[in-house]
């Protein structure tokens, strides 16, 4: 498909919308980074920068700036649970850049926070899935009827991904079940 019916209508309160429910997820498990890494401010530093843009800030370098170096700051962690706190906090500050293209990968920019967070949480509890589960679950309620809104707008999550792929169709899924039976 080509031209128009590609696009997707995308307002700035959409994406605020989108970024603060994507800042909500994230700042869950900026302990789990902290806790590995005290002295590194960078994923904190995306999800306030993520905070301030689905307040009403601007979208531009330094929010781009701050995704990128939280997810430098993943590379730099000493375990697999801190790393994928950083890169909550990345996706945080991403999701301000999701993209009007109707592309199923564009659902990583609503929905990555979350997922990653689930699984930041769910390594740092030894692997436990239940506690991922349960993640799920609060990021679900965090999610608000625009957010519900702007993702039903795109098509399902993709496949593959990995653990943080799986939460996140995982999450896909229940959402959209859940704005079905509203």
Not at 65 to 72: G, N, P, V, Y
Not at 151 to 161: D, E, K, M, Q, V
Request: aromatic content about 4%; some cysteine.
């Amino acid at each position: 498909m080509t031209g128009e019916a590609d696009e997707i209508a995308l307002s700035m309160r959409d994406l605020r919308e989108v970024t603060g429910f994507a800042a909500a997820c994230a700042e869950t498990v900026l302990d789990v980074f902290e806790t590995d890494q005290p002295d590194d401010s960078r994923p904190r530093d995306a999800v306030t920068a993520a905070w301030a843009f689905a307040r009403g800030g601007e979208r531009g370098k330094e929010l781009r700036d701050r995704a990128w170096a939280a997810l430098k700051a993943a590379k730099d962690t000493d375990t697999a649970a801190a790393g994928e706190g950083a890169r909550a906090a990345m996706a945080a500050a991403a999701a301000a850049y999701l993209h009007p293209l109707a592309r199923s990968t564009q659902v990583k920019h609503i929905l990555g926070a979350a997922a990653h967070a689930a699984r930041a949480a769910e390594l740092a509890a030894d692997d436990d899935r239940n506690v991922a589960a349960e993640h799920l679950r609060r990021s679900a309620h965090l999610a608000t009827p625009a957010v519900l809104d702007v993702l039903g707008r795109y098509p399902a999550a993709p496949s593959g991904g990995g653990r943080v792929g799986e939460l996140t169709r995982t999450l896909d899924t229940d959402l959209r079940t859940r704005t079905r039976a509203v």
